[in-house]
């Protein structure tokens, strides 16, 4: 479960990175179209990898809520 929430925590990352905002008060830069592209995409692949892990190691059932609950404590931090 550690795992699955790290990659979700990651996934949140790039998700916030992809906002123009955050990427220039982060790195002091202004992003390029592809960079903001590259991290949506990368956040929301690696927020599905979270949801295939958890239905793969625990089912549908359990899956998706130990899922569910691991997205809501990577929102939190």
């Known amino acids: 479960m550690l795992g699955n929430a790290l990659i979700a925590f990651a996934g949140f990352v790039a998700l916030c990175l992809a906002m123009e905002?955050?990427?220039s008060d982060l790195l002091g830069r202004k992003?390029?179209?592809?960079?903001?592209?590259?991290?949506?995409?990368?956040?929301?692949?690696?927020?599905?990898?979270?949801?295939?892990?958890?239905?793969?190691l625990r089912g549908w059932a359990l899956g998706l809520v130990e899922w569910t609950?691991?997205?809501?404590?990577?929102?939190t931090l």
């Open 21 to 23: 905002k955050h990427f």
């Open 69 to 75: 609950a691991v997205m809501m404590a990577g929102v």
């Open 31 to 56: 992003p390029s179209p592809r960079h903001l592209l590259l991290l949506r995409v990368a956040g929301w692949l690696l927020l599905m990898l979270s949801l295939v892990l958890s239905v793969y």
